[in-house]
């Protein structure tokens, strides 16, 4: 379910490798001058890139990404993409372009590439901040410090896209208000549900579990260093 509300990811992960791409030929179209090798490199470097980009996870930008991760991760790609352009051009011997020249196309390139990134990654926090679009509606189960932690960084950092829906108290040994929380969940079309494994008992976060699944939520635990909660989130 890559496409329901607020995931958006799935159509602009596909569109940064096309833009990608497009500028990593257009360039190239200019350094082969219209030389036979120009077909064989599209089709090379398009795998290697897409290969590449996979490994690296450089496609793998989320709302809580910092710019210097963003940054370290142009940097690694950029190094692969130099190795993967000179090893084309020494294949390709007859060639014989500059490295000065090749030094430029891997420079010029990746500096087009990063900055299209980066530029996408503050529109959409612009975009959320202004106009309130990309949201990912979310609900937190459970009351207790760490869950008010949680609410106040939603409250309070739109930039980041996420609209709290409501905070429910549940208590361990209240298990049959679950079912009436999962329907208010189902109603306002809530994307991802955070739990806190303080406030809920084996059973109801195995419910909770498997409401999420069969439903189509995402689930997350708040009580989670912080640390992984950028990363999962």
């Known amino acids: ?33 219209e030389s036979s090798a120009f077909t ?8 290697a890139w897409i290969s590449s980009s ?5 496609y793998e930008i989320y709302r809580f990404t910092k ?34 020249a090749i030094l430029k196309y891997v420079v010029v390139v990746m500096g087009v590439v990063f900055l299209i990134k980066i530029s996408i990654y503050y529109l959409l926090k612009k975009y959320r901040r202004l106009l309130g679009g990309n949201l990912r509606r979310v609900v937190i189960l459970g009351a207790n410090d760490k869950t008010k932690e949680l609410e106040n960084f939603f409250t309070q950092n ?10 429910y108290d549940v208590q361990h040994d209240k298990e049959q208000l679950l079912e009436g929380i999962f329907k208010e969940i189902s109603d306002s079309n809530v994307d991802e549900i955070y739990a806190s494994v303080n406030a809920l008992s084996d059973g109801c976060m195995a419910k909770v579990i498997d409401f999420a699944d069969n439903n189509f939520k995402g689930f997350k635990i708040s009580a989670r260093q912080q640390r992984d909660f950028w990363q999962e989130t």
């Open 158 to 167: 739109a930039e980041y896209g996420y609209a709290l829906v409501k905070r």
């Open 54 to 58: 996979i490994s690296l996870r450089f």
């Open 40 to 47: 064989n490199y599209v089709f090379y470097m398009s795998i």
């Open 67 to 100: 710019f210097s991760n963003i940054l370290t991760l142009a940097i690694k790609q950029a190094l692969v993409f130099l190795l993967l352009v000179f090893a084309f051009f020494g294949f390709y011997g007859e060639l014989q372009e500059p490295t000065s």
């Open 1 to 33: 379910m890559i496409f329901k509300r607020g995931r958006y990811s799935g159509f602009l992960r596909p569109i940064s490798y096309g833009i990608d791409l497009l500028v990593i030929h257009g360039l190239a179209f200019l350094l082969f001058e």
